[in-house]
């Protein structure tokens, strides 16, 4: 009897002796969005990506030049010709092309801004799941350390009758053999669990040998939404959807640059000169303008023209596909959310119940000798088995409601978790 004291102490997890800290699913949200690197550096490229737009709004450098009479090999009059000219020239934007420039760079800022939306978005739902599947696997070895006990007793009981002669040492074996697989089964969830932890540490940008913490269990809320109202909302955040739509306004704009590119730039001139004999620092003050000729390439500009709207026709048709794909993965996101909450009502409700009762009743018919030992050995197994599948059923069931959000791009708040905003960035 003491060996099995020792053996229960064993299955005890370390953890519960260290009483380590717990760890929130809102607490995993928060660390990932303030420290997964990934995102930092999305985050980063964003922000490169918006200083662009006042570089492509300003107007070409002003050019300043000068120039002096270094020799003279001739004999002439001393103002005949000028020793000193200065000049600045300065291009002036009338056809807007920096304008036209500007709003390519504001389009490319938002394809950034949405990819690092999506990096939040993926980042955070990695570490839901990771977190939903170490949820799972605690609960997994806790139904395995129950599971243990119980064939142990059942391995006890079994015994005693073989010790009075009304049941065979082969029953004993096999109740033992049983306990001895869930030993087995109990060192790979242990694995699980390690491997779980390893990915959350990864997304939080924690060292993966730092203790995490018991993950605290959560009650997922059910979808308040219409089919509908997902369809706006999916359309609104997703940020493949935004990525096509900017592109789109992207190659308008460079269609529009492409169109003022026959507009030619005035450059204005003011050039001031100087005589040698003069008085004056300046004898002379002229102005002028001067402009590119771009009708003569007609061929290159207009094929600049086609090549824009061709570039603007696939724009929009990979716009049209995104959205396209985007309710397809909608609707079997929707699915699965639908098939997995009906097999954890079936489970909760109905299979684990009644696998309980079998279990209780075989136990009772085996003690009092109305039924053999194979039958209750079988419904303890098939308790075990419904137990771990309705647990399997919940984490899928909350694993594709991670799915839904991170398809639709926004928080529906149907997790304990930090929602998505500018003040965390």
Known sequence: MKLLYLFFFSLIPFSHLRAEASLTLDEVSRAVLANNPAIKAALSRWNATRERIPQELAWEDPKLSAMSRAARFVTISPNAFTDQIVSIEQ????????????????????????EARRQQLDALAQARKAYIRLLNANAQRELNRKNQVSLKAIAEITRSKYEVGSQSVANVLMAESEADRLMETHSDLAKAIAAEQSTLAVLMNRDAFEPLGEPVEFEAINLNFSANQLRVLLFANRPEVKIAQARVAAEKAKLQLAQREWIPDPALTIQTQRYNSASQVVSEVDAGVSVNLPWINYRKYAAAIREATYNLNAAEKASEKAQTEALALLRNALL?????????????????????????????????????????????????????????????????????????????????SQQLNDSEK
């Open 91 to 114: 291009m002036v934007p009338l056809s807007g092309k920096n304008r036209s420039r500007a709003r390519i760079a504001a389009a490319e800022a938002v394809v950034a801004y949405e």
């Open 336 to 416: 699965d959310i639908e098939t997995a909450h009906h097999h954890v009502e079936l489970f909760r409700d109905k299979l684990i119940p009644q696998a309980q009762q079998a279990f209780e009743a075989g136990q009772f018919s085996y003690e009092s000798g109305k039924a053999n030992f194979q039958d209750w050995i079988a419904a303890q197994r098939n308790l075990r088995d419904i137990e771990s599948a309705g647990r399997d059923h919940i984490t899928t069931y909350r694993t594709a409601l991670v799915e839904l959000e991170d398809v639709i791009g926004a928080n529906l708040e149907v997790f304990p």
